[in-house]
């Protein structure tokens, strides 16, 4: 149904909702009362008779089953895989029967919520008030095109939990002006289960909708759903959390627990991935959260302190790249101290994941076709897994629309990325703009001056929540908090072939030894980088880009020698800015 169906919803306001909430409950409304007193969360406390109504326990949504029973795996019934998921941690659960009558419907209903009651959680059922009537239950979930708010509110009752589907930001913003108990906002990806959804609404759709809804009802808590299982579960909670307001209150899966064997392993395993932070997600920066001045002696021990890590801890540095600077970044890795290795192998990309515990992924979109996709995808969940952290260098991202595609799919739906590494044009196609490149040059336009080249490394830091690097004549560097401008650097660079590639397998290093503060471990790769490339540039017999990029290497050896000796000297001639 359109939006324009449903204009009760749109039209009742909050209060509205109070007021009806405070009216008389019919006898449907008592039982839907007394279904939600036996509910307790997890552990029962033991139940005393009393003259006033105990309150409503707490919505807990935070593993969200939606059920579907022509997805169970052969012989399993939909009672026994609904219980073995609530005993593994689901927190609520849905009837999502789409092809069931409406008698037999309400019979799995109160067999189903047989099974609820007896663990104390929510069930839900889904479009159909009536049903959810009939089972007696805690609530149900429409969408838009089901029974309007209002007239599911006063038939369930002030007590029901009643959920609503967001699938835009228009949805969200009539959402969040009605008294419902929660939001289920998706697809988050397109998805099998149900072919039907709108349009995938990816992390930073999330991201825009939880913003809207926190800014009009910050109570009001949201699931995620639509494609979520255990291996984007983490990166897609992570990006989408907004930067001001609640993020999500659960996760919302169909197939990830009813198609699988063992749903009690999978719910287990789903709500600890709910609960813990993501692997690659930093502690809080241990100096400073604003760069300034009064830091630089300090900013500047910890970027000779990590690229003293990198000798002390050889890191691996697992190279997805392209086939024209594989010699020389391979060469610049060894000669900051890290080991490099090439692979294009999926099947070896989890094994280089966690062959180490100091190791990084660089991921490089020089000569990649739409094949190498399922590649980059097992690269990103791999390194997420284990804590590793990615760098990507979208090549010539804005020269052609596959590699623009290529790298919208990369950031909507790969996994997570913790730097971004490229020239203006590259990060203004990752930023959305459109640019036109020709071959992998930067774009050069400049137009804005550096201070809107600062603006937007900052914003797609933020929104992307990681670390953008844009490479040119200046350097800029943010992680939406703390920007960097770093004018290092020799014009030289610009004419060998890979200068720019193989900044991403320094980078990877320093962000293999250095976890606690990636945005530090980043300027310590490109200071060194820069900053051995102008030594190079003025050391004797050097004419032009051949004599420079030996000279490059030497430079650059000579720099981690020295810092692994604790000689920090090299220091001195960083041109740093901070914003
Ligand atoms: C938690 C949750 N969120 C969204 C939906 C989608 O509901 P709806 O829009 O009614 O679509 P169908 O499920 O009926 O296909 C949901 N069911 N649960
Ligand atoms: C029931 C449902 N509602 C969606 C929405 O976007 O509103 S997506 C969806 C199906 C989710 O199934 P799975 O976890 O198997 O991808």
Redesign the pocket.
Known sequence: MAMADTPAMSMMSTTDAMTMQAEEPSSMQAQIQMSMSQISVHEAAPRVPSMSPSPPPKLDLSLYL?T?SS?LPPGATLESHVEAAIKGGVTIVQL?EKTLDTAPFIALGKRIHAVTQKYGVPLLI?DRIDVAQAVGCEGAHI?WDDMDYDTARSLLGPTAIIGL?V?NLTQASLAASTSCNYL?I??V?S????PD??AAMYPSGVRQALELVSSKRPDLPSVI?????STNLQSVIYKSRPVSGKSIAGV?????I?SSTEPEIEASNLLSLFKSPPPWASPPPSQTTVFTDFYLPLILSKVVTTIRAIQEHKPLVHHITNSVVKNFSANVTLAIGASPIMSENSEEVGDLANISPHSACLLNMGTSGTSDRELFKRAIRENNKSGKAIVFDPVGAGATSMRRETVKWILDEAGYIDVIKGNEGEIRTVAGQGVNMKGVDSADSGAGGLEELVGVVRNVAMQERNIIIMTGATDVLSDGNRTVIIRNGHPLQSLVTGMGCALGSVLSAALAVGKDDKLLSCLAALLAYNIAAERAAKKEGVKGPGGFMTAFLDELYEIAETSASGNGMWTEAVKLEFR
Request: glycine fraction near 18%; hydrophobic fraction near 40%.
């Open positions: 939606v579907s997805l999502r889904n969408g589907s699938s289920g998706g697809p990806f998805t099998p289960t149900k959804a709108s759903i639509g494609g979520i299982d919302a899966v169909v197939s990830a009813i």
